[in-house]
């Protein structure tokens, strides 16, 4: 069992940052975060990918509407994972969901069996 805790959601202007944290309760080493990801869903619509980190972090992946404004890290001896968010747009504004899995297509939902509650990120125009 992997439980999810996501952080640091707020209000921002645009053009602003933030960073976004979710620490999972797994110690160690777990095949259930082999691959850990960011989700998002707007009011009124789906749960989009926006990007994803394997294990040992050597390949990520991104929504192509975040590629160069957003960056995925992982810190495996804190079991965590991070979204920095720069230069952000009234339409980067949803919930935020950080989701683990044990490996599979990084962008499709499925690949990820265990969600935190998500955390709002609001960006002003």
């Known amino acids: 069992q992997v439980q999810l805790v996501e952080s640091g959601g707020g209000l921002v202007q645009a053009g602003g940052s933030l960073r976004l944290s979710c620490a999972a309760s797994?110690?160690?080493?777990?095949?259930?975060?082999?691959?850990m990801g960011w989700f998002r869903q707007a009011p009124g619509k789906e749960r989009d990918f926006v990007a994803a980190?394997?294990?040992?972090?050597?390949?990520?992946y991104y929504a192509d509407s975040v590629k160069g404004r957003f960056t995925i890290s992982r810190d495996n001896a804190k079991n965590s994972v991070y979204l920095q968010m720069n230069s952000l747009k009234p339409e980067d504004t949803a919930v935020y969901y950080c989701?683990?899995?044990?490996?599979?297509?990084?962008?499709?939902?499925?690949?990820?069996?265990?969600w935190g509650q998500g955390t709002q990120v609001t960006v002003s125009s």
């Open positions: 989701a683990s899995g044990a490996g599979g297509l990084a962008a499709a939902s499925a690949t990820y069996r265990y």
């Open positions: 797994a110690s160690g080493r777990t095949f259930s975060t082999a691959i």
């Open positions: 980190i394997n294990w040992i972090a050597s390949n990520t």
